[in-house]
Structures are given as structure tokens and as C-alpha cells.
């Protein structure tokens, strides 16, 4: 992770998640970089709703893929999700809640902090 990464609220990025571990890296952080064409941004918490819009559009986020050392998501586990995905949930009515402390500032080219903070985890 690049030391002087930050988020969408304009401070240090926070980790997402290491159990699952997240992030495009698999480094716990929702950072990204010139191999990142998914602009896996956005920490959210994964709710079956979620989920299951994911697995039918084509992104099986449920299902263990060792060969990838992925283990497959459950309602509650966090995850760096693409920023479109994210985007497209919200538009569908099934956003995932996120991590505004934990989402890179980058995801702001894909979506509204507006509509981040609606959605936030963050009391």
C-alpha cells in the first residue's frame, strides 16, 4: 500500500478488511494501481441482497475459489468492491453498506460521496 493513499473523506485510507482478506493486493486495503482495471475502491459489508444481485450479474462473490485463494463472502464479511458494481447495486436498490475511512478517495470518480455517506457504517 502506498503510505500516502487516503479516502473519500480526504484522510490516511484504512484497512477494509483481513478476515476475509480484501483489497486488489490482498492486503486488507481498498488501494489500487495501474493493474486495478476493476477499480476495486470501495469497502462495503456484504448483505445477502448484495450478494445474490452480485452472483446474477455475472460475479459469484459466494462461492470458495482456492485456485484464486478466495474463500467466498457471507452477509457480514467486508470486501473492496468494484466502484461500478457498487453503483450499479445502489441504482438497482441493493447497495452494500461501506466503510467510508476505508474506501479510497479514487472510488469519487465512480460515485457521489453523497451517496457513499448514505450508505456508511460509520455512526
Known amino acids: 500500500m502506498t503510505a500516502q493513499a487516503t479516502n473519500v473523506l480526504g484522510t490516511t485510507l484504512k484497512p477494509c478488511c483481513t478476515d476475509p482478506m480484501t483489497g486488489f493486493y490482498r492486503d486488507g486495503y481498498c488501494n489500487t494501481g495501474a493493474g486495478d482495471i476493476g477499480a476495486h475502491l470501495v469497502c462495503a459489508q456484504m448483505s445477502a441482497e448484495f450478494l445474490s444481485f452480485s452472483q ?21 464479511d467486508c470486501w473492496c468492491l468494484c466502484a461500478s458494481r457498487w453503483q450499479e447495486a445502489l441504482e438497482a436498490g441493493v447497495a452494500p453498506r461501506v466503510r467510508l475511512e476505508s474506501t479510497h478517495a479514487s472510488a469519487l470518480e465512480f460515485v457521489s460521496l453523497a451517496d457513499l455517506q448514505r450508505f456508511t457504517l460509520e455512526s
Request: glycine share 14%; hydrophobic share 20%.
Open 56 to 76: 446474477q450479474r455475472g460475479n459469484d462473490l459466494i462461492t470458495p475459489r482456492p485456485e484464486y485463494h478466495f474463500p467466498g463472502l457471507k452477509p457480514g
